[in-house]
């Protein structure tokens, strides 16, 4: 199994910058792919941004310029900064991993808890 665990969430005003992270743990064999999704009240989940193993990323539109997603020093880390925030940026924000396990020869994809973002003046 795998466990995503978020940090970096919380309050900020209009124009400010918020970090996000996660961390995977777990009997891992291999990660594919790592980013964030995000969910707004009475909308689908949708793109944030995400980072294969290979260093390449894709970008929602809504975020280009503004948010980049990177990997983290540590192994199986992923960071996303987040600047110029907007209050539509306001949204519970969801990191995934896609991932092989030492007893599976699939990957799946998995899902941390979700890290409350609020921008707020």
């Known amino acids: 199994q795998v466990q995503l665990v978020e940090s970096g969430g919380g309050l900020v005003q209009p124009g400010g910058s918020l970090r996000l992270s996660c961390a995977a743990s777990?009997?891992?064999?291999?990660?594919?792919?790592m980013g964030w999704y995000r969910q707004a009240p009475g909308k689908q989940r949708e793109l944030v941004a995400v980072i294969a193993s290979g260093g390449s990323t894709n970008y929602a539109d809504s975020g280009k310029g503004r948010f980049t997603i990177s990997r983290g020093n540590a192994k199986n880390t992923v960071h996303l900064q987040m600047n110029s925030l907007k209050p539509e940026d306001t949204a519970a924000y969801y990191c995934l991993a896609d991932a092989r396990t030492y007893s599976s020869t699939a990957n799946y994809r998995y899902w941390g808890q979700g890290t409350q973002v609020t921008v707020s003046s």
């Open positions: 777990g009997t891992i064999f291999s990660i594919n792919l």
